[in-house]
């Protein structure tokens, strides 16, 4: 099973970014889908997720500048990042959960976001 993350990078407060997961070695549809980050000294957080449904949860200091969304033909996950704060500067982490049977969750190697001036 992989997890590969891309799209990570240094941008302007403001800016935006796009991240993509892209997986391998599990049924993609199957499974729920989420972006976390964690940033220097703190805990891991999830960002934003989706279900194998297509619904989305989102965290309260992202909604309405990050979207999440997945295309199940090329079994990638995306975070469009607008909008971005130094305070959204942190590894992006993405991870997979499937729990129709037996339970599996798989994660990234994470990308790093880094918003500054």
């Known amino acids: 099973v992989q997890l590969v993350e891309s799209g990570g990078g240094l941008v302007q407060p403001g800016g935006s970014l796009r991240l993509s997961c892209k997986a391998s070695g599990i049924f993609f549809s199957d499974n729920d889908m989420g972006w976390y980050r964690q940033a220097p000294g703190k805990q891991r957080e999830l960002v934003a997720s989706i279900s194998s449904g297509g619904n ?30 130094p305070e959204d500067t942190a590894v992006y982490y993405c991870n997979s959960e499937y729990s129709g049977g037996v339970y599996s969750t798989y994660w990234g190697q994470g990308t790093q976001v880094t918003v500054s001036s």
């Open 56 to 85: 989305t949860k989102y965290a309260g200091s992202v909604k309405d500048r990050f979207t999440i969304s997945r295309d199940n033909a090329k079994n990638t996950v995306y975070l469009q990042m607008n909008s971005l704060k």
